[in-house]
Structure formats: C-alpha cells, structure tokens
C-alpha cells in the first residue's frame, strides 16, 4: 500500500507560480498512475491533473488546461503539479492520489484507491 504526502502549498498572488510535490513510499511507485485533485471551500472535489506510469499521457481539467503541468520522476517517487498563471479561483486544498489498477478511467474520485492529506493553495487577488 503506497503513503502519498503532498508538500509545496502556500500563499501566492493571482499571475504567481507554485509548485507541488507528493512523495510516495510503499510501493513501487512506477506500478501507480497518479492524479491530483482539488476541494475549494463549499465545492465537491475536482480532478485536476493525471499522469500515467511511464508518463506518455497526461490529462488536464479545462480550467486548469494550458496553465498546470503534471509530471513524475519514477527515480525519486514524486509526482509534481506546477501551477503557473494562478487566478484566485485556484485556491484549495490539493491532493495527491494514486492507483495501481488498471482499466479504470482518470477524471473521478473512484478511480483512484490511494489519497493524501492535501496542501492548502490559497491565491490572492
């Protein structure tokens, strides 16, 4: 069973960049296509980004799409979102996520098995 702590969250102005790190320990993190979602105050939580084991395909939520990066290095089990252009309707608490199946699709909360603890974006206008 992978562990997955999310770091790199912070208090950033709207046009700012930030990035996340989620570090994964327990498994072999290339067996695990990893995502990140985010939960606004009041809102559902949303997918934001996803990335496949080898990284040839990565997937973007509109709002995010052209702004957000996802990406992975497999050597040192981390999975990073860089956030660059960010807009105060950005602000969340972001989580990692990660699972080992396959056949499963990549846009909701039930297609991943793993969750981290979150880290607070807050982005002020």
């Known amino acids: 069973q992978v562990q997955l702590v999310e770091s790199g969250g912070g208090l950033v102005q709207a046009g700012g960049s930030l990035r996340l790190s989620c570090a994964a320990s327990?498994?072999?993190?290339?067996?695990?296509?990893m995502g990140w979602f985010r939960q606004a105050p009041g809102k559902e939580r949303e997918f934001v980004a996803a990335?496949?084991?080898?990284?040839?395909?990565?997937y973007y939520a509109d709002s995010v799409k052209g702004r957000f990066t996802i990406s992975r290095d497999n050597a040192k089990n981390t999975v990073y979102l860089q956030m660059n252009s960010l807009e105060p309707e950005d602000t969340a608490v972001y989580y990692c996520?990660?699972?080992?199946?396959?056949?499963?699709?990549?846009?909701?909360?039930?297609?991943?098995?793993?969750w981290g603890q979150g880290t607070q974006v807050t982005v002020s206008s």
């Open positions: 996520t990660a699972r080992s199946r396959y056949g499963s699709g990549w846009y909701y909360e039930g297609d991943y098995d793993y």
């Open positions: 327990g498994g072999t993190f290339s067996r695990y296509t």
């Open positions: 990335i496949s084991r080898s990284a040839v395909m990565t």
